[in-house]
């Protein structure tokens, strides 16, 4: 009998291993969004983040075994040693609370350390529970907040984590 897909493997074949994304995985990128974070950015925001040489953006991708292909999950990060500044979080919905999300901020985490980041800064929303739950896990430090600063007049918390 197959043993069912561990907690934190996602329900991938092994372990999935954060890579580099560049600009052929603009439409993957677009439909994650999408599907993750409506509305999302546009295919010209991702070109511009994929284009650039101050961007790490880092995916997931899903396993053969599964029946949607693209990605599971991605990170964007603007760098600017040291100093970065976490852009963007997805994962895809039906590929929540299996470890993704921590997967590959820890990837990021490691590679900003290796080009000189001291200090990792984000703002999330309020009223994202998860997000907020998720960063407080990996240690970011609330910092401010930015009162009404979304279009539909929510509140901003900044918060940075030291790597
Ligand atoms: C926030 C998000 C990226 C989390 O992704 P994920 O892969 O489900 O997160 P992980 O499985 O790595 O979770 C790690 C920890 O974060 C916290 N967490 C994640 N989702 C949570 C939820 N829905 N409720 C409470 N805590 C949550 C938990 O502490 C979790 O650890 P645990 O599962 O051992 O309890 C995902 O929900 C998402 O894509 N949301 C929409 C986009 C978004 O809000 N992005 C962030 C702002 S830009």
């Not at 600009?23 to 993957?28: G, K």
């Not at 010209?44 to 995916?59: C, I, M, N, T, Y």
């Not at 997805?90 to 990837?107: I, K, N, Q, T, Y």
């Not at 007049?153 to 790597?163: F, K």
Request: aromatic letters at 6%; proline letters at 6%; hydrophobic letters at 40%.
């Amino acid at each position: 009998m197959t043993a069912p897909p561990s907690r934190g493997s996602g329900g991938f074949d092994a372990k999935p291993a954060a890579e580099r994304l560049d600009a052929s995985a603009v439409a993957a990128l677009e439909l994650l969004d999408r599907q993750s974070f409506p509305p999302g950015w546009s295919a010209a925001q991702w070109r511009s983040v994929l284009g650039g040489g101050r961007h790490l953006v880092l995916g997931l991708r899903r396993s053969g075994r599964t029946a949607v292909p693209g990605l599971a999950a991605c990170a964007v990060l603007q760098v600017v040693p040291p100093e970065a500044e976490l852009l963007r979080l997805l994962v895809h919905p039906s590929l929540r609370r299996r470890g993704l999300a921590r997967l590959v901020l820890d990837a990021a985490f490691s590679i900003l350390r290796r080009d000189g980041c001291t200090c990792c800064h984000l703002e999330v929303a309020a009223g994202n529970d998860a997000a907020r739950q998720l960063y407080h896990d990996l240690g970011f430090q609330q910092r401010g907040v930015r009162h009404g600063y979304y279009g539909d007049g929510s509140d901003a918390v900044l918060m940075s984590l030291e790597l």
